[in-house]
């Protein structure tokens, strides 16, 4: 018979119980990027163009790898890592709210990243351009404009629209449909915008808002080639959330277990090769990681 898991309290004597399961100063889902040995350079981006605030950032001894950096951007957090021989690199997609596309766009072309479309103004009410950076991570930068006359069609109020994070995960999937399933009856997400095709079988666009974050989430298309996607989601209980995808048919990535750093934390795989990590704060740390 296995021997039981230990309590946090008997493995972390000086920690103090948690107040609440989503870590203070995080955002409820948080893109996790998992980026080629360009880490830093993409830390130097998210600071420099974006004013992201660090809030954590290992290094490895030489100063040369990210083992792990939380940044968050106005009320969002996202997360960098390196790949490494178990976690390959991927790119990832990000859409961002800020208060000017356009100096935001030139400045980030001034650093040296990758046009992917020029500023330009879209029908939902959005000025929105795209840029690339060192590891292959795309931005899709807007600025809100108006509101459509489905809307009111009004000038906007503020740059950012409301009831969306300044930063969502912007998830590209084979069979998107049933990642918007799963996202809606395991992690409660509420249903903001839903484009379908005309069969109904392929989404176009959803925005979906799970606790305080806004997820995106399409089927590929030749212009966008499907590609997974890492995201982190603080849930009221992780054990439970855990097994109810497992039951829903996702696949076991880690069970949960209590971290180092305050969170209990397990993850799960979806239909479309997305990898969710649940995570529930318990305890605070005798350390300063926040």
């Given amino acids: 018979m296995a021997t039981p898991a230990k309590h946090w309290q008997e493995v972390y004597p000086l920690a103090t119980a948690a107040e609440n399961w989503q870590r203070e100063g995080n955002s409820t889902v948080s893109t996790l990027i998992v980026a080629d040995g360009s880490g830093k350079k993409v830390v130097e981006f998210m600071t420099e163009v974006l004013n992201a605030e660090t809030l954590a950032e290992l290094l490895s001894e030489d100063k040369k790898t990210v083992l792990h950096a939380s940044m968050k951007i106005g009320d969002t957090v996202v997360m960098v890592k390196d790949g490494t021989e178990e976690v390959r690199a991927f790119p990832s997609w990000l859409h961002l709210y800020v208060e000017d596309v ?44 108006f509101n459509p006359q489905c809307a009111g069609g009004k000038k906007a109020e503020h740059w950012q629209r409301e009831g969306h994070s300044t930063v969502s995960s912007w998830i590209v999937a084979d ?63 992780v054990d439970k959330t855990y097994e109810l995808a497992v039951s829903k048919g996702l696949e076991s990535v880690q069970e949960p277990k209590d971290e180092f750093y305050g969170d209990r934390e397990g993850g799960v795989k979806d239909s479309a090769g997305n990898t969710w990590w649940f995570a529930s704060q318990k305890f605070k740390a005798p350390c300063p990681f926040k």
Avoid: C
């Fill in 102 to 145: 356009d100096k935001t766009y030139e400045l980030a072309m001034g650093k040296g990243l990758e046009s992917v479309v020029a500023p330009k103004d879209e029908f939902f009410g959005d000025r929105m351009g795209a840029v690339k950076d060192s590891a292959g991570n795309t931005w899709w930068i807007a600025t809100h404009k």
């Fill in 175 to 237: 069979g998107a449909l049933k990642v918007v399933e799963f996202a809606t009856e395991v992690l409660n997400a509420h249903t903001m915008v839903y484009m379908l095709s005309e069969d109904k079988k392929t989404v176009l666009h959803a925005t979906l808002k799970i606790g305080d974050t806004v997820v995106m989430i399409q089927d590929g298309n030749k212009e966008a080639k499907a590609f997974p996607s890492w995201l982190r989601v603080y849930v009221e209980d």
